[in-house]
């Protein structure tokens, strides 16, 4: 869960900041019982269908870092 986008412009700091801030949230929710990982599963795989289905770098590695919220 430590990956930021590495490459093509990951929209700058908004976006590492952005997902920083979901990666906490969803550790924080999940360490206080409030969300199981079933929970984190769904949201995931929410996020995921969420993502232009393109074949291009910038997609590519958004599915890469939401994947990384699984762990």
Do not use: C, W, Y
């Not at 700058?12 to 990982?37: C, D, F, T, W, Y």
């Not at 995931?44 to 997609?59: C, G, H, W, Y």
Request: aromatic share 2%; glycine share 8%; hydrophobic share 40%.
């Amino acid at each position: 869960m430590n990956d930021f986008a590495t490459k093509g412009q990951p929209g700058g700091a908004n976006g590492m900041a952005a997902l920083a801030i979901v990666r906490a949230l969803l550790r924080h929710l999940e360490k206080s019982g409030m969300l199981i990982p079933k929970d984190v599963a769904t949201i995931v795989t929410d996020a995921l269908a969420q993502i232009p289905n393109e074949n291009n770098e910038r997609s590519n590695e958004a599915k890469h870092l939401v994947e990384g919220l699984r762990k």
